[in-house]
């Protein structure tokens, strides 16, 4: 299964992103197998940066680091992906500023509903960011659903069970991009939810 061939934007007419920086993931996946899926901010500036480029691209790089952070051996993104996590952007396209509006967000978060569906046997979400925690709300909220993760600052929310569809979701921090290596602190919290993440699935 290849997530990009089955998903696509119909109206690319958000003004705060690059759409020529659009990306859904086209590797094969086997979907039956996915049990994790961790969705980080937005695609990168730069599409050679994406999870799944060829080579050794950032999101890759700074992904990878987490997981190991996290007491996983792994060296590339399809090593974890054998392990049964998918990696996505809650926001497809590149952002152009620092924020990204409520607006985008909310009209990606209809790509990313159908792009979960695909996945029969998701355990846990890994919601990497503030935009992530909005997107999986935003969609809750359409369906008629309770939020699933309550307003507030990451660092005083964290440590709750919170459900998605009786499925686990956790808030945590963005592990996509440059700012991984700079901000120590949160890497350790990365680390400590992931490893939470990966105790429920085995």
Do not use: W
């Amino acid at each position: 299964m290849r997530a990009n061939q089955l998903l696509e934007c119909e109206t690319f007419h958000c003004p705060d992103v690059r759409h020529e920086g659009y990306i859904i993931p086209g590797v094969e996946i086997e979907a039956a197998k996915i049990s994790i899926v961790m969705i980080a901010e937005a695609a990168p500036p730069n599409p050679a940066d994406y999870f799944y480029a060829p080579g050794d691209p950032l999101f890759q790089q700074t992904t990878v680091q987490a997981f190991n952070d996290a007491g996983v051996k792994a060296s590339t993104i399809a090593d974890l992906v054998g392990l049964g996590v998918y990696f996505t952007t809650a926001v497809k396209c590149g952002k152009t500023g620092y924020g990204i509006q409520a607006g985008t967000i909310k009209e990606c978060s209809f790509i990313l509903e159908k792009e979960l569906a695909l996945f029969p046997n998701i355990q846990v979400y890994l919601l990497m960011g503030d935009v992530a925690i909005k997107a999986l709300n935003t969609i809750a909220a359409r369906a008629g659903e309770k939020r699933v993760i309550p307003a507030g600052s990451t660092y005083k929310i964290r440590g709750q069970p919170y459900y998605f569809r009786d499925k686990r979701a956790f808030p945590s921090y963005l592990q996509a991009g440059p700012s991984f290596f700079i901000e120590k602190s949160k890497r350790k919290v990365i680390a400590e939810d992931i490893a939470a993440a990966l105790d429920l699935v085995k």
